[in-house]
């Protein structure tokens, strides 16, 4: 019995022994081992050699774990209790932004639970992002922007395999000081923070001073979260095509923040390193460096850009022809789709000759009704597209006189009388529906008919028979196979098998739009074409020149205070883009891309042109990007409407229609206003074209008010605008001169009663029928100048018009003496006296037949008249052109003129 007993226990024991042993090596503990030469790393039984390779290990090499079990035990099984409360309060402290709480309450939620991914990027973001905005000097915004990257960091410690977390740290560190409003600041303390880039505990440690660059040093950070994402994504696929993966497990794949990106799109996560390169090569100019360097840095871009494009990625897409399976892209694949499609178009269209796709499209078009041709006026006037190109060059070589045609096709369509008359103004003088669009009325609160509304009637009319039209002349690839097929028939060449080929090539080129559109989508998201062209081109020794010239004129401006340098410099490196732009392999630097950052310089030079004391902030005659402004402004804004409203309007003016003058050019005036108020920049005329379209639109309204006996508005809102380009106009500069002139010779003027008289006075006579014409010229542009000077004062407005005033001054006293030297000299006022409106009341005009007798000198003295003295003027007091009823001024003298309102003194 006793040996019996003896023996179950051996067993027993042995037993144990035996499960102890794999127990053991199952359930070893994580431990720190020390190498011969001072390294350490962690190891130990299998489970925990688990967890050290999936990053849950509790143990941190020596360090006290905050995740350890001693901090869950002192919590008592609440610790998603207390994290519920730090999270709590750490909201209500960012709520009263005091966020050194915040950290404080930050670094408990992280003691509790360090593996929590969204803890760390949530709070990172906040200290970086919102903290440092809270703090009012940039030097302790910039230490909030370090606080919120080592708050990442930190996560780092306890995520080593998370590449969210490298991703948002290298986000950080390059994008928050490189592209913040103190970026230049920012910069410049990051590259002198030595007690950052010293310390030890740094993740990433620049190696030189000049990888001290925010940008270059956010590249290591991209990499390693590329690097473990795509060791994931490798491993993922793997075991998905295995069939080792249900769907929860892939849809825990895509969520997990530890080891994914979540939904984020892989070519934006993947291309941030390859950006800092273009960013930094950006900056290395922008920081005032040039020359060799500074191209070797555009290579380095162009090429890392060409090796990001070449990458092959994954998607989170499905693929429609596949749906157990993901898409993968290469942003290439859109280049190169594009062109293996062109070259199978070709291909099919030499299938199809003798014809041509030229004569197919006029096949379909003569297969139109008369009136869906009609609808299509427009279209073919005007479109790029394919079909209405080929269209517009058959109707040029077989009807000539096809546009008034189809014009009047068109036109009949629309049966309503006044919707097509609305429907044939330019959309910019369309009476517009005032009242809230639930209204159904067709008149608006002032009693007029809404010819917007009546218009787009008219044009929701004529859109079902332009889409009708439309889609029959769209001839697809799988047309042109069935034309070729039905050559081949006719032809009696059954066994050409051409058609059987082209089939074969549209399904060819149906492959390659698949591929096309999916890399396209990505290349537009991400700005391909732009960054590709732009490596390019910045590479160049102009674009080099034309940057540092821009340097130096910001630095000449905002460090030098030289506006007169910094004007010259600016209009250099513009000049240095225009000769880049005629080049037709740098033709893209004015596409809409490129050409907004022109745009944008442009804009900025209007600093340098307010402090300028010529031309008072206005665009010099010659201004380098006039071409780009007006192609911006054709493309993006309505006017080219307003210049076919511009002709509308002077027809109406010219068949003396004054009411619908007023009423038309009042309406085009508003809507340049609201181009203007839109493009602050073109107030001060970067292309004149635009400012002699508004002063001819001005002077028909004036003119058609003055004709009508109407009132001028005085809110007139061009008012300030027009004075300003008066002042610096030509015309009103050589009047205002010649007027100085005159009133010189007045002065000099030989006593009465001299041998001389006579020839001195009729040199001031010719003097003062000259400038009697410069200032006709001066009222002829600008008929403003007629108007009573009380209706150039608009009491909501500051502007004063003084320059306006006086203006009229000087011509008013011009007039004044010119009549007044006229019956000195006993001769009639000239039937063709330019300023007679000046004149009072009462004047009598020469007969055309009468000739204006020479004057012969006296022969002999008469007694002395009065000597021609100047009268005394108050400029600040407006004198209505009635005033010269009794003004008799004994001297020529030109009022003084003030420079108008913001205009250099």
């Avoid at 306890?158 to 977390?165: G, H, M, Q, V």
Wanted: contains cysteine; aromatic residues 10%; glycine residues 4%.
């Amino acid at each position: 019995m006793t040996n019996k007993r003896f023996r179950t226990k051996i067993i027993h024991l042995l037993i144990i022994f035996v499960f102890l042993v794999p127990l053991f090596l199952l359930g070893k503990p994580a431990a720190v081992q020390r190498g011969d030469e001072g390294q350490s790393r962690l190891s130990g039984g299998y489970l925990a050699s688990l967890r050290i390779d999936e990053d849950i290990v509790d143990a941190q090499l020596g360090e006290i774990d905050p995740g350890s079990s001693t901090i869950k035990f002192a919590t008592f099984g609440m610790r998603g209790v207390a994290l519920a409360l730090l999270w709590h309060k750490s909201l209500e402290y960012e709520k009263y932004h005091d966020w050194n709480n915040v950290i404080v309450t930050s670094n408990q939620i992280t003691l509790l639970e360090p593996r929590f991914i969204s803890v760390w990027e949530y709070l990172g973001w906040r200290l970086a992002y919102n903290a440092s905005a809270d703090q009012d000097d940039y030097r302790e915004r910039y230490r909030w922007v370090i606080r919120g990257f080592e708050f990442l960091e930190q996560g780092i410690v306890y995520n080593r395999k998370a590449p969210i977390l490298y991703h948002n740290a290298g986000w950080t560190i390059s994008q928050k000081i490189g592209i913040a409003d103190e970026k230049e600041q920012y910069r410049t303390l990051f590259r002198q923070d030595d007690e950052f880039h010293n310390d030890p505990a740094r993740i990433h440690k620049a190696q030189s001073i000049a990888e001290r660059d925010n940008w270059l040093y956010g590249i290591p950070l991209y990499k390693i979260s590329e690097d473990l994402f795509r060791k994931v994504e490798d491993s993922y696929f793997k075991a998905k095509e295995s069939g080792s993966l249900s769907e929860d497990d892939i849809a825990a794949h895509y969520q997990d923040r530890k080891r994914s990106i979540g939904n984020k799109a892989r070519p934006i996560f993947y291309v941030n390193s390859t950006m800092n390169l273009i960013h930094y090569a950006d900056w290395y100019e922008l920081d005032g460096n040039f020359g060799e360097k500074a191209a070797a840095n555009w290579a380095d871009a162009q090429r890392a850009w060409e090796n990001f494009s070449r990458i092959e990625m994954k998607t989170t897409i499905d693929d429609r022809r596949d749906k157990t399976q993901k898409r993968s892209m290469k942003l290439a694949d859109a280049e190169e789709a594009q062109k293996k499609m062109n070259e199978h178009r070709d291909e099919l269209l030499k299938l199809l000759a003798p014809k041509t796709l030229k004569d197919l499209y006029a096949e379909r078009w003569k297969a139109l009704t008369d009136l869906q041709q009609g609808a299509l006026v427009d279209m073919v006037k005007s479109s790029d597209l394919e079909q209405y190109v080929a269209i517009r060059e058959y109707l040029n070589e077989n009807e000539p006189g096809w546009e008034e045609n189809l014009t009047k096709l068109r036109n009949s369509l629309i049966t309503a009388p006044d919707e097509l008359a609305a429907y044939l103004l330019p959309a910019s003088i369309r009476v517009a529906n005032e009242m809230p669009p639930e209204e159904t009325s067709e008149e608006n609160k002032n009693g007029e008919v809404s010819e917007t509304n009546l218009a787009d009637k008219a044009a929701r009319n004529l859109s079902e028979v332009v889409s009708q039209a439309g889609g029959t002349l769209t001839i697809s690839n799988d047309a042109i196979a069935v034309e070729i097929g039905k050559q081949e028939r006719e032809a009696g060449e059954t066994g050409s098998k051409k058609a059987a080929l082209a089939r074969e090539i549209c399904r060819a080129i149906e492959d390659q739009e698949y591929k096309r559109q999916f890399s396209h989508m990505f290349c537009e998201l991400l700005n391909y074409e732009h960054y590709k062209n732009e490596t390019y081109v910045e590479q160049t020794q102009e674009a080099i020149d034309a940057r540092e010239e821009r340097f130096y004129a910001r630095k000449a401006f905002n460090e030098d205070g030289d506006v007169f340098t910094a004007n010259r410099r600016y209009l250099e490196s513009m000049r240095k883009w225009n000769l880049l732009m005629e080049l037709p392999q740098y033709a893209f630097l004015k596409t809409e891309t490129f050409r907004r950052d022109f745009i944008d310089f442009a804009d900025k030079y209007k600093l340098i042109l307010n402090k300028l004391d010529e031309r008072g902030g206005l665009y010099p005659e010659d201004f380098p990007f006039e071409h780009l402004v007006r192609l911006e402004m054709e493309t993006t804004t309505s006017i080219p409407d307003m210049h076919r409203a511009l002709d509308f309007v002077r027809n109406v003016y010219e068949k003396r229609d004054y009411a619908e003058a007023i009423k038309r050019s009042s309406l085009l005036l508003r809507a340049w206003n609201n181009t203007m108020a839109g493009n602050e920049y073109l107030k001060q005329v970067p292309v004149p074209q635009y400012r002699d379209e508004i002063l001819e639109t001005a002077a028909i309204y004036i003119n058609s008010l003055r004709q009508s006996g109407q009132e001028f508005d005085r809110a007139f809102p061009l008012t300030g605008f027009i004075d300003t380009v008066m002042f610096y106009d030509s015309l009103t500069e050589d009047a205002i001169k010649k007027t100085e002139n005159v009133n010189q010779m007045a002065v000099n003027t030989t006593p009465v009663g001299t041998p001389t008289e006579s020839q001195t006075l009729e040199s001031v006579f010719n003097a003062l029928t000259e400038t009697c014409a410069a200032w006709d010229k001066a009222y002829q542009k600008y008929p403003i100048l007629y108007l009573p000077q009380e209706s150039l004062f608009d009491p909501t407005s500051q502007f004063n018009a003084m320059h306006l005033i006086s203006c009229q001054q000087n011509a008013l006293l011009i007039a004044s003496s010119y009549l007044q030297l006229l019956q000195q000299l006993k001769r009639p006022v000239p039937q063709d006296f330019p300023l007679r409106e000046l004149l009072p009341p009462g004047v009598t005009f020469a007969s055309p037949a009468t000739e204006t007798p020479t004057p012969q000198p006296p022969q002999e003295a008469k007694p002395a008249e009065p000597e021609i003295k100047p009268a005394e003027e108050k400029p600040s007091e407006p004198i209505p052109p009635s005033a010269t009823e009794e003004a008799k001024p004994d001297e020529i003298k030109p009022a003084d003129t003030p420079p108008p309102e913001n205009q250099p003194q």
